[in-house]
């Protein structure tokens, strides 16, 4: 007897609050130059209102496998939106920076348990063959509220002041809890694994020194020779190593590498991190492209990605249902062919190209993005036996944190390197044209490296297979 769940309202709550969470994430980042100003700090201090917000998601994630045995499904989602909501709070009456980072930080911490929570419940309380379309809506929340984020946050900052684009989120947020504490059930059995203390530790240090030394190499003006990026990113990845090799040894571990025996879900996973890259490294390049090679407001510039993004989130369900009736293999392969045939022709683009023409290489690129990334990850994670639905997202999210800010970092320094040969080469480096060209030469560079990504995702997804549900064997070949 399968144990219903009133899916609707469960869903409702999640959906809501992540809904707010991503809203907030993105919102920030077009207020930023503002917030320079009012604080009166420098780009390096005001980046790490989202360095920290990543370094927070970057070092919680890897841990939420164990906090889904510990505790249960009410007692993480009520932990989750408490922090959301004193940090959201904490934001809107911010009198000063460092009001603002804690802030931040209380946020990510909620964020960091809620969308493990959100992806772990739909595995639990979905059969496989309803997966697709349940996943189709996370998509269309993770999409949509980071597209809406700048426009809405543009208008906010136009209008009014930067405080109400979390004065905004806040009753969101209640309503979101209420309906929660209304309808979510317990859908994970509580197991108390033990908690090994040494492995927190080289998490925390292995996933948080990756994630601090590539946000440190991307913010340009120290660059990847760095001491500190170089050191934070190796001792990150030493510690990453002795974190892997004691997970592989231990009969309870906190990340179970176990999941690493299933095809599919390396498959998708590979496909979910090239698709972060991806989106990652070309929706930092066209905002500042846009502003600064093309001379458009920031609320302009909200607008012109609006339509993309948008319809990403709305077809995602639609792509969900696909996936559910015919597979990922319809889906994914024709969706990494759009993206890579989008970034080719955006990295063709120059001041002189039409507004028109990049919204519509811009709906290209999310549309394509649609079909690829819920289809992989849902068919990656359908592989996995239930008991390592909680290691499979853990794996899975808190690997998209580190592919984010590694795809952000290096966009930005191929950015950066490819304005200074320019201006290095011109003869008048300091005029608003030459700089405007350098910023298109500049971004040129990023797309390409973007379409890389691209066609190596590709020649991956030609190994991707639906994923026949039972749970008897694990090794299936891939054929």
């Given amino acids: 007897m399968v144990k219903q769940y009133n899916t609707k309202a469960i869903m409702a709550s999640l959906l809501i609050c992540g809904f707010v969470g ?8 077009i207020a930023i130059s503002n917030l320079m100003v009012v604080f009166d700090i420098s780009a390096a201090t005001a980046q790490w209102l989202t360095t920290g917000f990543l370094l927070t998601l970057g070092i919680l994630m890897p841990m939420t496998g164990l906090l889904l045995q510990w505790f249960t499904t009410r007692q993480l989602f009520v932990g989750s939106l408490a ?7 904490i934001a809107a009456l911010a009198v000063n920076f460092e009001m603002l980072m804690v802030a931040r930080v209380l946020q990510a911490a909620g964020m960091g348990l809620l969308i493990p929570l959100m992806f772990n419940t739909i595995l639990v309380v979905y059969p496989p063959e309803k997966r697709g379309a349940a996943m189709g809506f996370v998509g269309l929340v993770i999409m949509f509220a980071p597209a809406t984020g700048p426009t809405v946050a543009g208008l ?15 009753p969101v947020l209640i309503v979101g809890l209420l309906v929660g504490l209304k309808y979510l059930e317990n859908v994970t059995e509580v197991t108390k694994p033990h908690i090994d203390i040494l492995s927190v530790v080289l998490s925390t240090v292995g996933f948080g020194g990756v994630v601090f030394g590539f946000s440190k190499a991307g913010e340009g003006s120290e660059g990847w020779g760095h001491p500190v990026v170089v050191a934070s990113i190796a001792i990150g990845l030493a510690a990453l190593a002795l974190f892997v090799l004691r997970q592989v040894t231990m009969r309870e571990p906190m990340m179970n590498m176990r999941v690493f025996k299933y095809p599919m879900f390396i498959v998708g996973l590979l496909m979910v991190l090239s698709c972060m890259m991806i989106i990652l490294s070309s929706m930092i390049i066209l905002p500042m492209y846009l502003q600064n090679g093309m001379a458009l407001s920031a609320f302009a510039a909200g607008l012109m990605l609006l339509p993309g993004s948008a319809l990403n989130g709305f077809l995602s369900p639609y792509m969900g249902r696909l996936f559910d009736k015919y597979g990922p293999k319809w889906l994914v392969i024709p969706g990494l062919a759009i993206v890579a045939a989008a970034l080719w022709f955006f990295s063709g683009i120059t001041p002189a190209t039409s507004i028109a023409f990049i919204v519509a290489l811009h709906i290209g690129l999310m549309v394509g993005i649609s079909m690829v990334w819920m289809p992989a990850q849902t068919n990656g994670l359908n592989q996995l036996p239930p008991e390592l639905y909680p290691h499979g997202t853990a794996v899975m999210n808190t690997l998209q944190q580190v592919a984010g800010a590694i795809g952000t970092a290096v966009a930005i320094s191929i950015l950066t390197q490819g304005m200074e040969r320019y201006l290095g080469s011109s003869s008048a480096p300091t005029e608003v044209v030459e700089v405007a060209n350098a910023m298109t030469f500049g971004s040129q560079h990023v797309f390409l490296f973007a379409m890389i990504v691209t066609l190596i995702g590709l020649a991956m997804a030609l190994f991707i297979r639906r994923v026949i549900v039972n749970h008897a064997a694990p090794m299936h070949s891939m054929h």
């Fill in 22 to 29: 991503m809203f907030s994430e993105t919102a920030l980042n």
């Fill in 83 to 89: 922090s959301s909501i004193v940090g959201t709070l």
């Fill in 156 to 170: 906010m900052i136009e209008y009014l002041t930067w405080h109400y684009i979390f004065w905004l989120s806040l």
